[in-house]
């Protein structure tokens, strides 16, 4: 069964940085477009960050310029640095796996407060 596994979620006073993971299993990873979105509380969810199989990045106009997304083939994971933390990127963050089917994570909390 294709899994997902987020980490490194937590919680960050404002102007700190945390670093995202999404480990990929039972997936032909390297052909798969990887993507982060994430979902305030409230909100619809929405993309923050996308990398495809060659490298090709792209980003929410609200993350970029602080935020990373980068892959590791090898280890089939996928990251999203995170500099520069606000309260508005309080949300639950998901990972995203697209290649002729879409996957899920499960979702792992993003909390900026003081």
């Known amino acids: 069964q294709v899994q997902l596994v987020e980490s490194g979620g937590g919680l960050v006073q404002p102007g700190g940085s945390l670093r995202l993971s999404c480990t990929a299993s039972r997936i032909a990873f390297t052909f798969y477009t990887m993507r982060w979105y994430r979902q305030a509380p409230g909100k619809q969810r929405e993309l923050a960050a996308s990398i495809t199989p060659g490298g090709t990045t792209n980003y929410a106009v609200s993350v970029k310029g602080r935020f990373t997304i980068s892959r590791d083939n090898a280890k089939h994971t996928m990251y999203l640095q995170m500099n520069s933390l606000k309260p508005e990127d309080t949300a639950v963050y998901y990972c995203?796996?697209?290649?002729?089917?879409?996957?899920w994570g499960q979702g792992t909390q993003v909390t900026v407060s003081s």
């Open positions: 995203n796996a697209e290649w002729k089917i879409s996957y």
